[in-house]
């Protein structure tokens, strides 16, 4: 157990539909880190927010979004959805902002998203 | 554009055997690599980093080497064990303002009794 939690587990929605995955790091973590995982691919980076504020961006689509909240939560917003976004969103957390051998990202154990 | 490229999609090992998983990147501002391993139903793991300063990095059966110049780095399991299944994820960082890890595909590796 990484003390990341994730919720949903699993989401089974339709196209053009809008859901939310929620995030909460592990205690004490300022980071949180957004992944999208899909068939045959590796992870791929989405967002990061530390302390509330967005602090790196990667392939995140438009009708994506994400924010943290006061209590260090976060959510990923996927909006008009596509069958192609169907896929495991992973969240991470970790203490610091930037990757070293002292910053270690703990992963959630993800949202299996399926569009239909 | 994949930066970070893990081009054996899988690898098969007898138990008490070396592993070795290999993993290249074109991008020559990564400074700071990592391993991740997955096992099913769970989101990876942390297993063991190198800065670019370094050539090599032990953690008890697991070694981490990276040869800058070829833009390579492996990760040796040894010896292996069955538990050791999983998916195994490369991933790297280039420092400075940029916070991100980009990941590669990932190696399943299986480990036989």
């Known amino acids: 157990d990484s003390g990341v939690t994730q919720t949903p587990k699993h989401l089974i929605t339709a196209t053009g539909q809008r859901v939310t995955l929620r995030c909460s790091p592990r205690s004490g973590d300022l980071s949180v880190y957004w992944y999208q995982q899909s068939l045959d691919q590796g992870l791929q980076f989405l967002i990061q927010y530390y302390n509330g504020e967005e602090r790196a961006k990667g392939n995140i689509l438009e009708r994506f979004s994400a924010q943290q909240f006061p209590d260090l939560h976060s959510e990923l917003n996927l909006s008009s959805l596509e069958l192609g976004d169907s896929a495991l969103y992973f969240c991470?957390?970790?203490?610091?902002?930037?990757?070293?051998?002292?910053?270690?990202?703990?992963f959630g154990p993800g949202t299996r998203l399926t569009v239909l | 554009d994949q930066q970070v490229k893990q081009n054996s999609p899988s690898l098969s090992v007898q138990e008490g055997r070396i592993s070795i998983l290999n993993c290249d990147y074109t991008?020559?501002?990564?400074?700071?690599f990592l391993w991740y391993k997955k096992y099913p139903a769970e989101g990876p793991t942390f297993l063991i980093s190198?800065?670019?300063?370094?050539d090599k990095n032990e953690d008890g059966r697991f070694t981490v080497f990276l040869n800058k110049s070829a833009k390579h780095l492996s990760l040796h399991i040894v010896p292996s064990q069955p538990g050791d299944s999983a998916v195994y994820f490369c991933a790297a960082n280039s420092g400075g303002s940029n916070y991100k890890l980009t990941f590669g595909k990932g190696t399943l590796l299986t480990v036989n009794p």
């Open positions: 991470a957390s970790s203490q610091k902002l930037a990757p070293s051998s002292y910053n270690e990202q703990f």
């Open positions: 991008n020559s501002m990564f400074d700071y």
């Open positions: 190198i800065s670019s300063i370094k």
